[in-house]
């Protein structure tokens, strides 16, 4: 294809989205594949509206993908290497390849910190390592959980796991001073136990801890029937942040209402904006952002009316 009017950046939810909204507006849109998203990681989804029976993440990103293309948009396979401003639009180099577009959507998500345990991989494709309770929390419900952590992230997730389960122990694998709300852990029934990450074993359809308690120091060993890791994510905000985007502290993007960044003409939506990892919030942003740059391409085309 000819240069893209809008380069879509993530072939996630929120970037597929997207790109069926801004093909629709008959734009000529290119979606950069970088690899596999979050969303491949979901073993099946029941929050996924529309599926009540539930729904695989691969079959997720499939399904979008064949929508957005039966519109026109063009999913490339590739990292974008670089991306900086060139006049009113932008210039990427993808796979050693320049494109120029007049506007750009980062969907590029964030990067998760699984605990460092080997078959962690299949654990999570196997739903017995998790890594959103707002996702599947409703799935722990009556059952043994673990949620691994090493700061008061940790904590909140144990305390919000409580909603599903009176059976809740947060693995802190942490300095004890990171941890500042073991009053609060305990007034709410999660048991706390302190253990290095190399005690923890994933073993067949179970995961093991073990820990030491008591004046004796004697080892203990707990099962539980899944883990949440609470252990973090890393925005993938790294090309904006090098064109001045502003971002928040925690090194997501600032984005106004319309999901525009800092910069003008460069949007973002997903979970690289700070707000719920959840794929209904991507795709709702994803679908802001591209009316707005439909609409902002149109205003500078001069092909709108006066308010």
Known sequence: MNDPEVLIIGAGPAGLTAATYLGRFRRRT??????????CWIPLSHNMPGFPAGIGGSDILKRMREQAEEYGAVVMPGRVETLARDGEGFTAEIEGRAIRARAVLLATGVVDH?????GVEQAV?????RICPICDGYEATDKAVAVIGHSD???REAAFMRTYSDRVTLIHIGAPNALSRRDELERLGVELIFAPLEAIVIEQDRVTALTWKGPGGTAQTR????V??????????ELARRLGARLYGDGRLE????????VPCLYAAGDVVR????????TAEAAVAATDIHNRLRRIDGLTVAD
């Open 30 to 39: 290119l979606v950069a594949d970088g690899g596999a998203p979050r969303a």
């Open 114 to 118: 699984h605990p460092d345990l080997p």
């Open 125 to 129: 494709q196997k739903a017995l390592v």
């Open 153 to 155: 992230k940790g904590a």
């Open 223 to 226: 099962a539980f029937d899944l």
């Open 228 to 237: 949440y890791s609470a252990l973090g994510t890393s925005p993938n905000a």
């Open 255 to 262: 984005v106004d209402l319309h999901q525009a960044t800092s």
């Open 275 to 282: 707000g719920l990892n959840q794929i209904a919030v991507a």
